[in-house]
């Protein structure tokens, strides 16, 4: 009979499982957000996935449960008391990592199978390409997930390839899809990569084994660097999935997503929003250089100075082991225009209407909660990728102006001061400008999240493609 309980047990008993994808960070807060918001999106439309991160890292940083039900599993990365610090440098950690993360990495999906979850899929970090191997000694699907921009990626693997030689010779680099770049617009690992020799071969080796890949991801949404994504699709099936921000920022569709979820560093919640609802609308310039830059004592000075001397309030994230930097009695003697905090929601200060300017540092993931909240920035690029992020903000998306450093390489405070001015209080034609592409972006990127956006439709076609395999895993 039909709709009988006998015949709905039996429709019950022969529904396919749910895929289940493991989501695979390297240890760090800016790719640890993009990647565990991914994950979120894939738990949003019917499949399990679960985060991957250290010993350590799992047991020194501040989850908020309320924001996300991933489930959480851990591997070794030969440093469980100490994690990086306990290495003591790049070259240690990065060594044991890559000699004990595979075998623990290994286990654990062996031990979920064991226990009845079989793994379907791994979504692992371009940093840590030795999962790659992992999931082809088991069989399961691979997708690589870059935590850079496009044009950074490909400037990494034009190096990787040999086509790109360091030390450069001559003043510029042209590569395909990008606008011809100066060799100090290029990732510092690549530019100077003397200075960097532990890390150049990390970002370097992400392409060692690429081609291996079920799936290239990329964390922006294709409008942003179109011309490079279609270069790129020629090799790889790219798929662009951002901008991967809590979807109350963006789209909206997944309840009570407003916070990433995993902290590194506590914020101070209560402290900057109440400080900035009593400011004008875009009054204010947010300063913050991210979870791992150092700024010099020279330079911070600089920064306190323009701060200081201009008519504009600012909020500086400071972080605790940064504080001494300071000049002597800077906090107190700006109190009544500035507040600095070691840490703060970022995502809640950039969408509050008081925020007139970004003063960022480029990190990849402040560029695009930026852009994706359609907030100007005043871009002081220090390392990594974060030249190339800051030659793209300015010339190419157009959404802010570059800082530029003297001959020592120091942004002085004149230059701050005249680009604040540019940028909050003297409003010319080129800032209306600027505030115009900034509201373009905004829209565009939402739209890209947005049910049947660009990069929705990129993550419900992964998706399909895991239910298939499940299918027929039950018919088998």
Same mark, same amino acid.
């Given at each position: 009979m039909k709709g009988s309980p006998s015949n709905l047990i039996m429709r019950e008993e022969s529904k396919p499982r749910k895929p289940h994808v493991l989501i695979l960070p390297y240890p760090g807060q800016g790719h640890i957000n993009p990647m565990l918001q991914f994950a979120k999106r894939l738990l949003s439309k019917g499949v399990k996935a679960d985060l991957v991160t250290t010993v350590f890292l799992a047991n020194s940083s501040f989850s908020d449960s309320s924001?996300?039900?991933?489930?959480?599993?851990?591997?070794?990365?030969?440093?469980?008391?100490?994690?990086?610090?306990q290495a003591g440098s790049p070259d240690t950690y990065l060594l044991t990592f890559w000699s004990v993360g595979p075998k623990s990495l290994a286990a654990l999906i062996k031990k979920l199978g064991e226990t009845g979850h079989p793994v379907d899929a791994l979504v692992y970090d371009g940093f840590l390409p030795w999962a790659l191997d992992v999931a082809k000694q088991f069989g399961i699907r691979s997708a690589v997930f870059f935590t850079q921009s496009c044009a950074v990626s490909s400037v990494y693997y034009h190096v990787c390839k040999g086509h790109l030689q360091p030390p450069l010779q001559g003043p510029r680099v042209s590569l395909p899809g990008m606008p011809p770049l100066q060799v100090s617009e290029l990732p510092s690992c690549v530019a100077v990569p003397e200075s960097y020799p532990a890390w150049f071969d990390v970002v370097v080796n992400q392409f060692s084994n690429v081609d291996g890949a079920d799936c290239v991801f990329f964390n922006i949404f294709y409008e942003l660097e179109k011309e490079v994504v279609d270069w790129m699709s020629k090799f790889w099936n790219v798929m662009t999935v951002g901008p991967t921000i809590p979807s109350m920022y963006a789209d909206k569709r997944l309840q009570n997503d407003k916070d990433y979820g995993l902290n590194l560093f506590k914020p101070n919640f209560s402290a900057c929003m109440s400080w900035l609802s009593g400011k004008p609308k875009s009054s204010v310039v947010y300063a913050s250089f991210g979870s791992i830059s150092s700024l010099g004592s020279e330079q911070m000075a600089e920064i306190a100075s323009a701060l200081k001397a201009t008519d504009v309030c600012f909020l500086w994230v400071v972080r605790g082991t940064e504080k001494a930097k300071l000049p002597n009695?800077?906090?107190? *003697?700006t109190s009544e225009k500035g507040l600095v905090v070691d840490w703060c929601p970022q995502l809640e200060v950039l969408s509050h209407e008081s925020i007139g300017c970004f003063l960022s540092h480029c990190g990849f993931n402040s560029v695009l909660e930026a852009l994706s909240l359609g907030v100007p920035m005043l871009a002081m690029p220090q390392w990594t990728d974060q030249s190339t992020n800051a030659k793209y903000i300015e010339d190419v998306w157009g959404i802010g102006i570059k800082?530029?450093?003297? *001959?020592?390489?120091?942004?002085?405070?004149?230059?701050?001061?005249?680009?604040?001015? *540019?940028?909050?209080?003297?409003?010319?034609?080129?800032?209306? *400008?600027?505030?115009?592409?900034?509201?373009?972006?905004?829209?565009?990127?939402?739209?890209a999240v947005d049910e049947h956006g660009n990069s929705d439709k990129n993550i419900d076609e992964f998706i399909a493609k895991l239910q298939q395999n499940c299918r027929r895993e039950m018919k088998d």
């Open positions: 924001s996300t039900s991933i489930d959480l599993h851990t591997i070794s990365d030969g440093f469980d008391q100490g994690g990086y610090t009695h800077f906090i107190e *003697e800082a530029r450093p003297d *001959e020592n390489g120091i942004v002085r405070s004149e230059t701050i001061e005249q680009c604040l001015k *540019e940028l909050v209080t003297e409003v010319g034609e080129k800032s209306k *400008e600027i505030r115009k592409n900034s509201i373009k972006w905004k829209d565009l990127a939402k739209s």
